[in-house]
């Protein structure tokens, strides 16, 4: 069994690398999924220099399983105005790492560096069943996670 280690990804070539394998493997994954030009070289490397962005890989081993995406930025729901939010924009983890703990490590890093706010949000397009089992709550057609 592999050790799986959740870290922050950083604008270096050999994360850059392992982003663009796992934003074109998750898409080559689930061909129903329309994200074309989404994730670009040039889009990864400037969310990942962006302050108001975070971007987290899991490992299995030294094997990329899966990665997540969180901002500040973008266009928030209603419901959430005036509240100390961050956006789930991106949550996957490979199929081959689908079984196992990747997608907790994954989740737990994020929960835990933005711990300090009021909710964390997605779109139901974002692993819907695997959030909900985590604590998401469908709210006004948006998975919202009360984090205090």
Same mark, same amino acid.
């Given at each position: 069994m592999?050790?799986i280690?959740?870290?922050?990804?950083?604008?270096?070539d050999?994360?850059?690398?392992?982003?663009?394998?796992?934003t074109?493997? +998750?898409?080559?994954?689930?061909?129903?999924?329309?994200m074309?030009?989404?994730?670009?070289?040039?889009? %990864?490397?400037?969310?990942m220099?962006? #302050?108001?962005?975070? +971007?987290?890989? *899991?490992?299995?081993?030294?094997?990329?399983?899966?990665?997540?995406?969180?901002?500040?930025?973008?266009?928030?729901?209603?419901f959430?105005?005036?509240k100390?939010?961050?956006?789930?924009?991106? #949550?996957? *983890?490979?199929?081959?790492?689908?079984?196992?703990?990747?997608?907790?490590? %994954?989740?737990?890093?994020?929960?835990?560096?933005?711990?300090g706010?009021?909710?964390? +949000?997605?779109? %139901?397009? *974002?692993?819907?069943?695997?959030?909900?089992a985590?604590?998401? *709550?469908?709210?006004a057609?948006y %998975?919202?996670?009360?984090?205090?």
């Amino acid at each position: 069994m592999s050790t799986i280690i959740t870290k922050f990804a950083v604008a270096s070539d050999k994360m850059i690398d392992e982003l663009l394998y796992l934003t074109r493997t +998750w898409l080559a994954e689930h061909p129903e999924i329309k994200m074309e030009g989404q994730y670009t070289k040039k889009i %990864l490397v400037n969310s990942m220099n962006s #302050f108001s962005s975070q +971007w987290f890989i *899991v490992y299995a081993g030294e094997e990329p399983a899966g990665f997540a995406f969180l901002t500040d930025g973008g266009v928030r729901p209603a419901f959430l105005e005036g509240k100390r939010i961050v956006h789930l924009s991106a #949550f996957a *983890v490979l199929q081959a790492h689908a079984g196992g703990t990747a997608a907790a490590s %994954l989740l737990e890093k994020c929960l835990a560096v933005y711990k300090g706010r009021d909710a964390m +949000w997605a779109e %139901l397009s *974002v692993a819907p069943d695997y959030l909900e089992a985590n604590g998401f *709550v469908k709210t006004a057609g948006y %998975l919202v996670k009360e984090m205090q």
